[in-house]
């Protein structure tokens, strides 16, 4: 089978990107398909000439990249290109940006070909973390008291940081509303940090989104075609789960399948299942929440491309259940082939 793998983009998330990239490519090649990888926002190959992938460390495929309509330009043009037109499935390894946010899906969608992960709809509001948030409302799936702002220039961040002492209490969570990989959030702990924690994120994104911080400990449910995986508990070695502690070796601990009573795995796979159907998710999901100890359970966001080296959180879920690294790859490009999008 011939598959069309795209990584790289021009987001924040690139190099995790490239890494999920990477590790696909490799499985994609031992389960015998034949495996083209691009960066389609250079429109670069990332396989070099050893029929290796090409890391960021040795690949130059972003560095002429450029941002906004340039890139959208950029992806279409390799999207269309002749000479994938005979592709049979693509498998979407773009974290953040527009491999997530639903543009990357649309051009997919008006060449007519079957690709991994959600559709265009569900990418779009999966990504936009407030917007999320009212559908969980609307399903009764508990999320953390937000609030939505957008900041372009000083009398923005006046007018935010008005609202935000006048509705939250301290300790609160400030990030980008339509980032990820914890680029950009900041946890602050009194008004002093409020404005730097906002211009912060705004580096990321105007739209920024200020939530309740819940103390607690951070679970995740991965979602493959409607069906959940075991939770998995994250515990960071110090502070928060943040871009450090996801993606540098030894700064986490992982325990699959968390330690909790059966009635409570069942509530928080369930209501898992419920965020995933809420924005219309599809193939592999995965879905985080904080879990207090009172046994109460927050849920945080839906996450429709999640990493994909095989020590990513939804792997491991897999690897639990008894899928391992190839065969969750190989589920994911059979459930796009049999999706009539």
């Keep these: 089978m011939k598959v069309l793998l795209l990584a ?58 450029t941002l906004g309509k340039t890139s959208v330009r950029s992806v279409s043009s390799t999207i269309f290109s002749p000479g994938f037109q005979d592709i049979d499935v693509i498998f979407v390894a773009m974290h953040g940006g527009l491999g997530e946010n639903g543009t990357l899906q649309s051009l997919l969608n008006l060449v007519e070909k079957n690709y991994t992960g959600s559709c265009m709809l569900a990418s779009a509001v999966a990504m936009d973390k407030a917007l999320a948030k009212r559908l969980f409302l609307a399903d009764n799936i508990t999320t953390p008291d937000w609030y939505k702002c957008r900041v372009r220039d000083d009398a923005d961040i006046d007018r935010a940081m008005k609202q935000i002492l006048d509705r939250f209490q301290f300790p609160i969570i400030v990030k980008p509303n339509n980032g990820g990989s914890t680029i950009g959030l900041t946890k602050v702990d009194s008004a002093d940090g409020v ?10 994104s105007p739209d920024i989104l200020v939530e309740d911080y819940i103390a607690g400990r951070e679970i995740t449910v991965s979602v493959l075609d409607g069906e959940t ?35 409570l795995r069942e509530a928080v796979q369930q209501a898992a299942l419920r965020a995933y159907d809420a924005v219309d998710a599809s193939g592999l999901a995965r879905v985080d929440f904080i879990l207090t100890e009172h046994g109460e359970f927050y849920c945080l966001e839906v996450n429709t491309i999640p990493g994909m080296t095989e020590l990513s959180l939804s792997p491991m879920a897999a690897k639990a259940a008894g899928i391992d690294f190839d065969q969750l790859v190989q589920r ?6 049999m999706d009539k999008r």
């Design 8 to 65: 790289g983009g021009d987001s924040q998330e690139r190099d995790v990107s490239i890494s999920s990239g990477e590790a696909v490519f490799n499985a994609l090649s031992r389960l015998g398909h034949r495996v083209f990888a691009v960066d389609p926002v250079s429109g670069k190959s990332l396989v070099g000439s050893d029929n290796k992938f090409i890391t960021t460390d040795a690949s130059d495929s972003g560095k002429t990249a």
């Design 332 to 337: 994911m490009i059979d459930l796009a082939l």
């Design 195 to 204: 404005g730097e924690a906002l211009n912060k994120a705004a580096e990321q």
């Design 229 to 263: 995986l075991p939770v998995v508990e994250i515990i960071p070695k110090e502070g928060l789960y943040n871009y450090e502690a996801k993606y540098t070796a030894g700064k986490s601990k992982y325990v699959v399948p968390a330690e909790l009573s059966d009635e």
